[in-house]
């Protein structure tokens, strides 16, 4: 059960080094979602953040207006570069906008084998602007995810990756849960925040689960919500260098998000869905 209460993230079970945490995405310039969330959360839970860009996002909390892609060959460059000088603890996979890049990061990681990759597989702005390409699902899909320790796909993003209708209730989430851990990855994080109702229910399966574990936190009632995904899979991974196992991860980085959810309200940034409260733990 997620409480949403402050995460410290020094473990005393797992003190060793500061953790490098390096986010694969898209920028943000509004800061709410995208690599610039990605690097807020890892700061906020205690890890060193890197980025490697893959699409530079003109956003703000109200739509997209403009994306530029990079060639494949420099994402290759920046991460074959950082890769030969810093110690990588965890890997965020977020926005990779077309199938060469797919092809890029995939290559890097068999180079590379980091040793915790999270992947969020980004399709579509909170917004509903497209941010992957429509032939690009499939290279995602048999790619990347069989690449993943454990990805992190809302109730859409597994119904496309799936080709199959969204799952209307979390009585349906069991199953295409199981069907897309079957694509490869070693656990699956469904997220049922689409769904509707008090509480809103992940559920976690996958590698060292003998059942399926449910993740629930009461519906926080904001409409700042912008960069929510991107915020919880960047927690995921900047927790698991210091975490025992996945679920002990994913049930902190469950709990820090709501917790920037509830506080997203002191924040004044925009017109449309706002960002959530990275540093909530933090600013008086």
Known sequence: ????????????????????????AGTDPSGGAGIQADLKTFSALGGYGMSVVTALV????????????????????QLDT????????AVKIGMVANAGIVHAVAKALDRHRPAAV????????????ALLDPDAAAAVRDE???????????????????????AADEAAMPEQAQRLLDLGPRLVLLKG????????????VGEGLPEPLALTAPRVPTRNTHGTGCTLSSAIAALRPRRPDWPAAVTDAKDYLTGALRHADDLDVGHGHGPVHHFFAMWA
């Not at 999270?118 to 602007?129: E, I, Q, T, Y």
């Not at 990347?144 to 969204?166: F, H, S, V, Y």
């Open 144 to 166: 990347l995810l069989p690449r993943a320790d454990l990805i992190t796909p809302n109730l859409p993003e597994a119904a496309a990756l799936l080709g199959a209708d969204e």
């Open 118 to 129: 999270v992947l969020d597989p980004v399709m579509v702005a909170k917004s509903g602007d």
């Open 82 to 89: 950082l890769f030969g000088d810093v110690r990588v603890d």
């Open 1 to 24: 059960m997620a409480t949403g209460s402050p995460v410290f993230p020094h473990s005393p079970t797992s003190p060793g080094p500061i953790p490098n945490v390096l986010t694969i």
């Open 58 to 77: 003109a956003q703000t909390t109200t739509g997209v207006s403009a994306v530029r892609v990079v060639e494949p060959d420099f994402v290759t460059a």
């Open 193 to 204: 925040g689409h769904l509707t109702g008090p509480t809103s229910t992940d559920l976690l």
